[in-house]
């Protein structure tokens, strides 16, 4: 490590190594695990949305823009922990928050609005599933980690090693 790694970050990428996975390590995916790691509360800072959705479009088949899936599901609810807004739902003020976060990191115009449909219907899979694979990769992800779905696809094994990295807090 540089100095400049974030360890624990590195031990993200590990848990995706024992997966078999390639996540993408970029400034702006590092910068958005810690803008959700130092804003969100332990309970809803889940890795676990970010592995299942890389699993299952692994296990489908599916090659989504990678660095923006992960942007947008390490971002998706910081309109939930910084408390929403009483005048737009949860999602939109997460959105807002991705999609400045992405036009930060010089991601360009078009992923960063992939970036705020990510996030803005991460709870509406009846239209998440139709605006193509990144919007439903991000849903994937969180929809298998928050309510199950997809879950039965996934090996033993693969669940296990992301159970034991990121256990379901009670």
């Known amino acids: 490590m540089s100095g400049n790694e974030n360890p624990v970050f590195s031990e993200t990428l590990a848990v995706g190594w024992k997966l ?6 970029s400034c702006a995916v590092r910068d958005a695990y810690t803008q959700a790691q130092v804003e969100s509360p332990l309970w809803l800072f889940l890795m676990r949305s970010w592995f299942f959705g890389a699993k299952l479009a692994q296990r489908r088949a599916l090659t989504p823009d990678a660095e923006l899936v992960a942007v947008a599901v390490l971002l998706h609810d910081l309109g939930l922990a910084r408390g929403g807004s009483p005048d737009r739902r949860f999602e939109v ?54 309510g199950g779905i997809g879950y039965q696809e996934l090996s033993d094994d693969d669940k296990n090693v992301i159970l034991s990295a990121y256990p379901v807090l009670t």
């Open 20 to 25: 078999d996975l390639k996540l993408p390590d």
């Open 93 to 146: 003020v997460g959105a807002d928050i991705g999609r400045a976060f992405a036009l930060s990191h010089n991601m360009g115009e078009r992923r960063a609005e992939g970036v705020w449909d990510s996030i803005a219907l991460h709870t509406t899979a009846s239209i998440a599933h139709h605006k193509g694979t990144d919007v439903a990769c991000c849903q994937h992800g969180i929809a298998c980690d928050y």
